[in-house]
Structures are given as C-alpha cells and as structure tokens.
C-alpha cells in the first residue's frame, strides 16, 4: 500500500514533486494514494498552502 508522509512540511514536497513528475491533478494523485483531494488540501492549509489548479501545486 502507497502511503504518504505524515509531516506537513514533508507532504508539501512530496505532493509538489508527484504533481510536477506524474500527476495531472491532484485529484488523480489522491485516488493513487486512496485519499481525497481534500484531506490534502486541509493538512497543508494548516501550513499555509493552498492548492493552484493552474500551476498544478501547492503554492
């Protein structure tokens, strides 16, 4: 089973790194990982990172 990191500031490079590498969208990058686009989104939002659909990361 895939997992991802469970620190916030190392899901932001981890997320950022899949979505430039492999990924089109997030939502194609949490069904991978069998999670939501919004479980994403609210662990980084506490670190202040909101998700750009344009540039395809977190900024």
């Known amino acids: 089973?895939?997992?991802m990191p469970k620190?916030?500031?190392m899901l932001l490079?981890?997320?950022n790194t899949k979505l430039r590498d492999e990924f089109p969208s997030l939502s194609e990058l949490a069904?991978?990982?069998?999670?939501s686009p919004?479980?994403?989104e609210t662990k980084?939002?506490?670190?202040d990172y909101r998700y750009?659909?344009?540039?395809?990361q977190f900024v």
């Open 7 to 9: 620190d916030a500031v």
């Open 38 to 40: 919004e479980e994403i």
């Open 13 to 15: 490079s981890f997320v």
């Open 31 to 35: 069904a991978s990982y069998s999670c």
């Open 44 to 47: 980084l939002s506490a670190i």
């Open 52 to 56: 750009d659909k344009n540039k395809n």
């Open 1 to 3: 089973m895939l997992s």
